[in-house]
């Protein structure tokens, strides 16, 4: 039982539900309802996170030995060969089912190895850090998109048309499979790029975490976590956000009334997803900015990572997928509960 528990502690068991919102907040973007394809991705996407896990605290086996003594490696619980043998197996695992979920989502899994390899073995301690990070996640997202669009002949469109024939307005092409793989990619781009901004600011804080006494960077997560909180929650009437909900399914076809457009049901779901997204990732950086310990930082951290899954969750209902976005916010408590038996961090 209890070499159990280290392999979980290893693993960060309690941040893996952070994994699978990506996938699906991905999926939401491609404008097709999640399948098969998915399904393999969600896999792709636990196994490559997993093996970061492992070879993350292999590669800092010195480091952790003065700093963190309690971990599983330095501390001898797990054998430096398990964790990089663990590492290899989960990559393995990893890519294979993205192949499966079809070659674009090969190519997203095959990249998103790579980044994950080369962040723990050099990039880490680097000023490209944070933006590897920043990628992995972003790539996560893509790999979503990429495998639940598949072929234009693929699945369904989602959203209320789903089912329904609706005619395109002229000049609006085939609807939300137009474009197949690339147009899946160019709808996936901004919600890619939130999942990334509030990784990479999280990866700044995290930096700091063991040695405290940095309050400049929860102070920059503090002010993206607003700016996200603000782009995912509200329902303006131009700019990104609103170009973002006309080019999602529903508003492609021109449907009124859908999720995603104005006048649409869903914001005042969107606003208390993306409120509990401020209040997880912001409550903690406030306390560090003002004293920024050790003990806040990694507060701030735990925090930050949590609040993944409200942020997943709140893009995908923006995208107008308010299943995923329901399913996602059902594991917000599930993870806070194992949060205080396995650190995510």
Known sequence: MSELRDWAELLRVSALFTVPGDVLAGAAASG????????????????????????????????????RPHRPVPSG??????????????????????????????????ALAGTVW????????????????????????LMGAVATAGPSA?????????????????GAGAGPSAGGTAGAVRRALLPAAALGAHTYALTTVSRA????????????????????????????RSGPAARWRRSGPAGA???PGAPGTPGGPGGLGRAVLAG???VTAGRPLVHAVLNPSPALTQRAVGGGIRALIPLQAALAARSGA????????????VARRLARKVSPT
């Open 32 to 67: 097709r309802r999640p399948g098969a394809a998915t399904a393999l991705a969600v896999g792709a996407s636990l196994c490559l996170y997993e093996a970061g896990m492992a070879l993350n605290d292999w590669a800092d086996r010195d480091e952790d030995a003065a700093e």
């Open 77 to 110: 619980r797990i054998a430096p060969g398990q964790a990089l043998a663990a590492a290899a197996v989960l990559t393995g695992a990893g890519l294979g089912l993205g192949f499966a979920a079809g070659r674009p989502a090969a190519w997203c899994a095959t």
């Open 118 to 141: 080369a962040y723990d073995l050099g990039l880490k301690h680097t000023a490209a850090g944070p933006a590897a990070m920043a990628a992995a996640r972003g790539l996560d997202l």
């Open 154 to 170: 693929g699945h369904p469109p989602a959203g209320p048309s789903a089912g329904a024939t609706v005619a395109a307005p002229a």
């Open 209 to 236: 975490e063991t040695r405290g006494g940095a309050w400049g960077g929860p102070l920059a997560a503090l002010g993206v976590t607003a700016v996200l909180g603000a782009l995912v929650g509200t329902d303006g």
């Open 253 to 255: 076809l021109g449907v």
């Open 276 to 278: 509990g997204y401020v």
């Open 322 to 333: 308010p299943v995923s976005a329901a399913l996602l916010a059902g594991l917000v408590p």
